[in-house]
């Protein structure tokens, strides 16, 4: 669907956060004259007050069934679950349910679009794409879900465009994209998409609409072209090999541990599609700033070292980051939303003695103390239930010997006692740092 196409119809913007202004602006600049619905579950009145005098507004999930019986098309907000029975009823009345990424796509954009999914690690492997790219002479912009808009990006001033694409946004993609990419596929969000299924499927749409597809080898996807496999790119300790053939060295320490150095193989397979040698990009990935909260280490306080790693919200983030820290004493901080995943690996590896005290937050915190109590009932993994970050970080400041780590790696959302993962992580400094 063409943005053209939506004139004369009734149209509604289902979310007023930042992918929903987007729409709105988008569709102004396209359709001044457009008549606007504005839905949304619980809107924060100081968005609302934002909006156009002859926007109509519909807020509150009570009111929300009533609108889109007027409406012909919703252009829907990531955060709105296809699966929702409001869009289900909708979509059966012959309501179009459309995204802000579709309509950018069907514009038929003037550039390369490289789009990046997966459960972790597309943030860092779309930023690190991103940086090398900058650094080898390409124009490019980097957009989608880590934080500008795709209807944001000037197509004039880029010749590559480098897009971070949720499981949400992948869910109902219809575009055509250059190239694809998946950096890991295990269950997530499944309080949005329902079942591990369904996830998975959403997830994998996204390769289904693209012109050449990148894979994880992990993920075992068929027709994608594989990394991080011994027959493609590799890392073998700090080193990248294509096949038997060696690339060269990663040059910076925080890339080359094992879940970046397979973003890395990731970057350099799609630079290579784009024809700059892996030598070339692996070179300008050296100067690669890390992204905050993804393991980013705070610094010491009495001997003992702080790492925020709050963008960890499953058990496989925070069983990659213990692995990071392997030889030291950890002190791990989990827990947060309970979205009703497994736990038992990673209480398998506490238990095991990956961690030396286990301190457990939230619902979820709560849940995974209760199955580590169970497996580790000789106290070889000390446990914590915490209150709040402030008591967490206390009991983590105490029993932490100098030497060892503390690591928030929530294997959890912050949904509920956070606005977001930044702000979680954010906490955790504040009380690190505080005496």
Not at 140 to 150: K, R, S
Not at 175 to 202: I, K, M, N, Q
Request: charged fraction near 25%.
């Amino acid at each position: 669907m063409r943005v053209d196409e939506l004139a004369g119809r009734r149209v509604a913007v289902w979310g007023v956060g930042r992918e929903g202004q987007a729409a709105i602006r988008f569709l102004r600049r396209r359709l001044p004259d457009l008549p606007l619905t504005v839905l949304d579950d619980a809107a924060d009145p100081a968005q609302a007050a934002g909006l156009a005098s002859d926007v109509t507004r519909a807020f509150g999930r009570e009111r929300i069934p009533a609108a889109l019986d007027g409406v012909d098309v919703v252009v829907k907000s990531p955060g709105v679950s296809l699966y929702r029975e409001e869009v289900r009823s909708a979509r059966a009345r012959g309501v179009a349910v459309t995204s802000l990424v579709n309509l950018w796509f069907a514009e038929e954009p003037r550039l390369t679009t490289v789009c990046i999914t997966g459960t972790k690690g597309k943030s860092t492997t779309a930023s690190l794409l991103a940086h090398i790219l900058r650094r080898v002479g390409r124009r490019v912009t980097l957009a989608g879900n880590i934080g500008v808009p795709v209807t944001d990006v000037d197509t004039g001033s880029a010749d590559v465009a480098v897009i971070e694409v949720s499981s949400y946004q992948a869910a109902d993609f219809e575009g055509t994209c250059d190239t694809a990419v998946l950096t890991s596929l295990f269950p997530e969000h499944l309080d949005w998409h329902l079942s591990v299924d369904a996830y998975y499927r959403d997830k994998l749409n996204l390769l289904h609409h693209a012109r050449r597809r990148i894979a994880n080898a992990d993920a075992r996807v068929a027709g994608a072209d594989p990394y991080n496999t011994g027959t493609a790119l590799h890392a073998r300790g700090r080193e990248i090999f294509d096949g038997e053939t060696r690339v060269g060295e990663v040059p910076d320490g925080y890339l080359a541990r094992p879940h970046n150095a397979a973003n890395l193989c990731a970057a350099l397979s799609v630079c290579r599609c784009l024809g700059i040698g892996e030598a070339d990009a692996l070179a300008a990935s050296g100067d690669f700033a890390p992204l905050p909260h993804r393991q980013q280490e705070l610094g010491e306080v009495e001997g003992v070292l702080f790492v925020d790693d709050s963008i960890a919200t499953t058990p496989e983030a925070t069983i990659a980051a213990l692995s990071v820290y392997r030889d030291r004493d950890v002190t791990l901080i989990v827990g947060g939303y309970d979205r009703g995943i497994d736990y038992a690996r990673l209480v398998e590896r506490c238990a095991d003695g990956a961690v030396k005290t286990l301190i457990c937050m939230g619902v979820s915190g709560a849940r995974i103390h209760d199955e580590a109590r169970i497996l580790a009932p000789d106290g070889r993994c000390d446990l914590y239930q915490a209150r709040s970050m402030s008591d967490a970080v206390r009991y983590a400041k105490q029993v932490t010997p100098a030497g060892g780590v503390v690591l928030l790696s929530p294997a959890a959302p912050s949904y509920g006692e956070y606005h977001d993962f930044t702000e979680r992580g954010r906490d955790f400094a504040a009380n690190a740092a505080r005496s």
